[in-house]
């Protein structure tokens, strides 16, 4: 298990917008949709039209205009209603640093993982900002090691590092790294997952922390993931969830349940990637440590 050092609550609670490297200003709620299937478009609705403050996190399995070799599929996050407002900020990113062959089975079998150029895909992204193609790019599942490569070549840094966060995998380490580097965390997967043996919203600590303060689990966790200054994007297609999640404001999580929250135990990955680019005969990857490098 990796090493975990615990960070307090930042006293940044009650921002409902974060602002991001390039100046540009992002809600600090937003709406997953990864697996949401045919309920997402509906999800969709109900957080744009009816919850103010929130951004909505998709993938857009057609690679933008001018990005060669990159990962598919690529993330755009679009804020506002287009029905009653123009859509004011959609930020491009590498979703997995990693390349597939067109149509790889998954898992990938031998010679359909290729080799990802990083800089060629970065510079790549770094002309949509110059193009006004979008206004902002960021990275996803990056490790530390992969993220000082980046750093080390980028001519405009990443506003946004999307990774998975939660009580039970705090990644405090990728947490202060970016913090160091002036980048936002968006914490994906906030909630852990059911789907994968990691069900937070009935875990003990966060049902009694989620008692005490008379909000829902799924509030708490959220309200944890901003307490410690990240973005945060909880999946749902159920719409008073959604409108849930955004009624976080207004309160704190006090320092001693906050320390409890980041003391859960079993610290461990609910999304490895191993199911997408792991083959453990043939490689390049042979185990989900291989993609992390190592670092968990």
Known sequence: MAQIHQLPAQGRADHQYFKLLSGHTIPAVGLGTWKSGSKASEAVSTAIIEVSAIHIRTSLRNQLPGIAGGTRPQSCNAGRDRKKR???????????????????????????????????????????????LVRD???????????????????????????????????????????????????????????????LIHDPTVTKVANKLNKTQGQILVKWALQRGTIV????????????????????????????????????????????????????????????DNED
């Open 137 to 199: 790019i960021g990275v996803c599942n990056f490790t530390l090691k992969k993220l000082d490569k980046l750093l080390q070549i980028a001519q405009t840094k990443p506003s946004v590092c999307q990774m998975e966060m939660h009580p039970g995998w705090r990644n405090d380490k990728m947490l202060e790294a970016c913090k160091k580097n002036g980048i936002l965390i968006t914490a994906y997967s906030p909630l852990g997952s059911q789907d994968h043996g990691r069900d």
């Open 233 to 292: 994007i909880p999946k749902s297609t159920n719409a008073e969830r959604i409108r849930g999640n955004i009624q976080v404001f207004g309160c704190e999580i006090p320092e001693v349940d906050f320390r409890a929250l980041s003391s859960i135990r079993d610290q461990r990955r609910v999304l490895d990637g191993e199911d997408l680019f792991v083959n453990k005969s043939h490689g390049p990857y042979r185990s989900a440590a291989d993609l992390w």
């Open 86 to 132: 123009p859509v004011h900020h959609i930020q491009a990113m590498i979703h997995w640093p990693f390349r597939l062959k067109e149509g790889a089975h998954r898992p990938p079998e031998a010679g359909e993982v290729l080799d990802f150029d990083m800089e060629g895909v970065w510079r790549e992204m770094e002309q949509l900002v110059k193009d006004g």
